[in-house]
Structure formats: C-alpha cells, structure tokens
C-alpha cells in the first residue's frame, strides 16, 4: 500500500537558509547512495520545507533512509491529495486491516501550510471514519489517545496528504559530507571504529590511519583494521573511504632501544599523532580523531595525555572521552564493529610490563630528543601505503 517514504531531519531545520539549503542538498545525495547500496528500489527522491521524501514502495526504503547521517525518523506512507475526505477513507482502509476487535485505536494529526481545518478537526475527522469502518465490520471501535494499540499519523501538507502506521529512528546528527574531514587513528579494537563513527555522526568524512606495528604485532592486526574501515563504509555509501597503512615498527625498536622503556607507550602515541597529522595536512583534513577514553589504559590517563599533545599544536578529537568501557561496546555493537573488533590479534609485543602512568608534562619532550624524531615521521609517512577500502 505504501508509495512514498516520509523522512525527517533534526537540527538541519535550526540553520540558515543558505547553509540548510546545502545540507539537505547533501542528505538528499546520501539517501540516494544508501538506497542504492541497500539494493532498495525508488523513483526519485526530493525535498519541501521541512521534509524529505522517497518515492518508493519497497518495504526496506525507510529502515535504509533511517540508517543516514542527519536522519531523524523515517515513516512509509501512503500519499494522497491534501483533502481530509481522501486521509480518512485511507485511514479507515487502514484501520479495517490492523484493528480487531476490543483493541483501541488513535489518530495522530498534523498540518503544515494554509488549510481550512486545524490538526484537532483532522484528527477527529479521520478518527470518525475509521470508527465508521470499524462498526461497519461489526467491530466495537475504542479509542485511546494516550497508548492505543494502533496508532495511525495523518500528515497534511500544501499540496499532498500522507498517511502512516510506523516510525523508524533516525541515527541522526548531521548528514556526512557537511563539517569536512578528518583523520582518524585506526587500531581496529573496539574503541578508533566508535570514535570514527560518531565523529561521522557529526557530518565528518573520515581517513582512517594504521599505524603498523609489525614486527611487533602480526598481519591479523592490519586486517582487523581494515575490516572494521570496511564495515564503517556502509555507513558512507556516497563517498568511498581512503585509508592509510604507515610502518612504525622501526619507531618501536628505537624507542626501545634508545628511550626509558617504560615510556614506549607514550611515545608511539605521540608519534603516532606526528604521522596523523602529517597525512592530515597532505589530505587537507582538520583534525586528528582518536579513541582515548580517559583512564581506560595506562596511556590514557590524565598526565599522560597532557604529555603527549605537550608542544605540538595538532588539533585532536577524542569523541569517546567521556564513555566507559561498557558504553562504547554498546555503541560497536550498534554499529556493527564489535564482532570485527574482537577477532584475535597477537597484540603489540612493545608494551613494556610497567607503562608510565603519570608522566610529567614534558617527559616526552625530553625522551625525543634522544632521537631524531622529525626524520622517523617522515620515513614513515614517506613509505605509508593508502588504498580505498571497497577496493582493497
């Protein structure tokens, strides 16, 4: 019965004209790309003031539009012309099919644009209709506006009616595309995939960067890696992921070799950050994401954060700052990472058995200057392999 899909958006409503003409300009573009990704059929899909819309009647058009950054909900509906008589007689058809007998019913109306009727008069309208329907089949029709079993939204517009049963969630945030780009620290573990996805959240396209450790960890960490990128590309189905694999195994030996072992840790992490952002300015990025949650690991806490950005300058996001363990698994499991996530791994055969815990905020400063830092950055961008992954 359906032929269209309502799709709603949140916050893109709250900006300007000219920035909210572009961003739905964006979202439109990434439907297209998840509907086709999805292998759901649709005719064409355009905007009115305050509203998306499909044409399509497959049954998974609204479940995949509701999977699209800036998306807040998505509804199938049926579609007809902006006269209440039309909206009941569809609301009774409906009706008829969903409610039996002894259950309850509700009409949900509203209006946009100049109509002779307020949303109240609508409802009640097609709430008569489908009560007519109900007692026409010998039914005993009940109506409960608070939490009927039935609920049946009736959205009238300027030039079109639509009729609608079901409500899908939107994830919401900002459509991708819309707040540039960045690059994001990728280890494949539970937390770099959830930290890229919801910077995606917020509208940003993303550079997934692999620091590999080898020989110092094994191929099954690169692959992890990656397939955790490949699962986040569905989440991007307009625009194909680049990613970039950088050796730092080198980098590890000299720390070890040159530097208190105990600070290993923190200085793959800075130097890590030295490569990002390398790649950053080559990308023409704007920023650095990471997946540090604060005092989840022995790199993580407090000082030791303050001394690995100490003296750089490099603009880093850590989304999941915040969230504890329990909290970000909820999210990988949401997304479709944490299956990826968990696959074994040998590990990093660096970590030293007593980390830095509470570095002063310039140990690092001084640990670097036992190497010759800006030349290992730049071998190791130098000879960093980039790929896409769909095409990997």
């Keep these: 019965m359906y032929d269209v899909v309502i799709v709603r958006y949140g916050e893109l409503a709250l900006k300007s004209q000219g920035v909210r003409n572009l961003y739905e300009r964006i979202l439109v573009r990434n439907l297209e790309a998840m509907l086709k990704q999805e292998n759901v059929s649709f005719s064409r899909v355009y905007r009115e003031w305050g509203r998306i819309f499909i044409e399509s009647d497959d049954p998974n058009a609204a479940k995949a539009a509701a999977d699209v950054f800036g998306v807040v909900s998505a509804s199938s509906a049926i579609k007809v012309e902006a006269d ?4 009941a007689k569809v609301c009774a058809d409906i009706g008829a099919d969903i409610v039996k007998d002894g259950e309850t019913f509700g009409i949900r109306a509203r209006r946009s644009g100049k109509h002779g009727l307020s949303s109240t008069d609508i409802g009640r309208l097609c709430g008569d209709a489908v009560w007519n329907r109900l007692e026409s089949l010998g039914r005993t029709p009940k109506v409960d506006l608070s939490d009927p079993d039935h609920e049946i939204s009736v959205e009238m517009r300027q030039n079109r009616a639509y009729v609608f049963t079901d409500i899908v969630k939107g994830v919401g945030g900002l ?14 573990g539970i937390d770099s995939p959830v930290a890229a996805w919801l910077m995606m959240r917020r509208g940003v396209k993303i550079i997934p ?19 955790c990128v490949e699962v986040l590309q569905r989440w991007s189905p307009a625009d194909p992921i680049k990613m970039y694999d950088v050796p730092h195994g080198a980098n590890l030996d000299s720390f070890r070799n040159l530097c208190n072992e105990k600070n290993t840790c923190l200085l793959c992490k800075r130097t890590m950050y030295r490569m990002a952002y ?3 300015k080559k990308e023409g990025a704007d920023g650095i ?7 989840q690991v022995a790199s993580q806490t407090a000082p030791n954060m303050h001394a690995e950005i100490y003296g750089l300058g490099i603009p880093l996001y850590h989304p999941l700052i915040g969230l504890d ?15 990826v996530s968990i696959l074994p791994t040998s590990g990093c055969g660096a970590v030293p058995e007593h980390p830095e815990i509470n570095a002063s905020f310039d140990l690092i400063v ?3 200057e036992k190497l010759d830092i800006e030349d290992m950055v730049k071998e190791a961008v130098a000879n960093a392999k980039s790929f896409f992954v769909k095409d990997n």
């Design 209 to 227: 960067v692999y620091a590999n450790n080898s020989p110092f960890s094994d191929d099954r960490a690169r692959e992890r890696a990656i397939k």
């Design 289 to 295: 994401i990471t997946g540090s949650s604060i005092g």
């Design 84 to 87: 209440v008589a039309a909206a």
């Design 278 to 280: 390398e790649i950053m």
């Design 366 to 368: 001084r640990e670097e």
């Design 325 to 339: 363990k329990t909290e970000i698994i909820d999210f990988a499991r949401r997304i479709g990472t944490y299956e």
């Design 175 to 188: 459509p991708l595309g819309t707040q540039g780009k960045m690059v994001v620290l990728m280890s494949g």
